[in-house]
């Protein structure tokens, strides 16, 4: 389903947007939103955010150890670091694998890729031709 396609444009109530950023499906009705959200432009800064708020709220008591700053941070900032880098190495997938749960096809992640990258693809086929039929199979960036 293109971004373009406008199939349920309801947006979620705060309740139900709480329980989707960590994980629930979204009635269809409002597949167009989930698209845009996965998808769409800021969907990596949105990802990255979601991901932030929970390992921050699990750290959070270790700053209440009565111990110098340099100690506290020792204690919580790589495992802070590391949970960032983890979700933004990861984050494609997980879109991926949200966007497969609500029934919609994974490839829509790369839509903003291919539209940044179509003037190089037409320069390509100009120049060389169309591309193979079996070039298809390798043009998405999922890793299965």
């Not at 947007?17 to 432009?41: F, H, I, K, Q």
């Not at 991926?96 to 037409?122: F, S």
């Amino acid at each position: 389903m293109p971004l373009d396609e406008p199939q349920g444009t309801d947006k979620p109530t705060m309740w139900q947007y709480l329980t989707y950023c960590y994980g629930r499906r979204l009635p269809a009705s409002m597949n167009r939103w989930v698209a845009e959200d996965l998808a769409g432009d800021g969907a990596v800064r949105r990802h990255m955010i979601r991901y932030a708020i929970p390992p921050l709220l699990i750290l959070a008591p270790l700053w209440l150890i009565p111990a110098p700053i340099y100690m506290r941070l020792e204690m919580t900032a790589p495992i802070y670091i590391w949970a960032l880098l983890m979700a933004l190495a990861l984050n494609k997938v997980w879109r991926r694998h949200r966007l497969a749960k609500h029934g919609m096809d994974p490839n829509l992640v790369d839509v903003i890729k291919r539209k940044r990258d179509a003037q190089m693809h037409e320069d390509y086929v100009r120049r060389f031709g169309p591309r193979p039929d079996d070039a298809q199979a390798h043009s998405n960036s999922s890793p299965f």
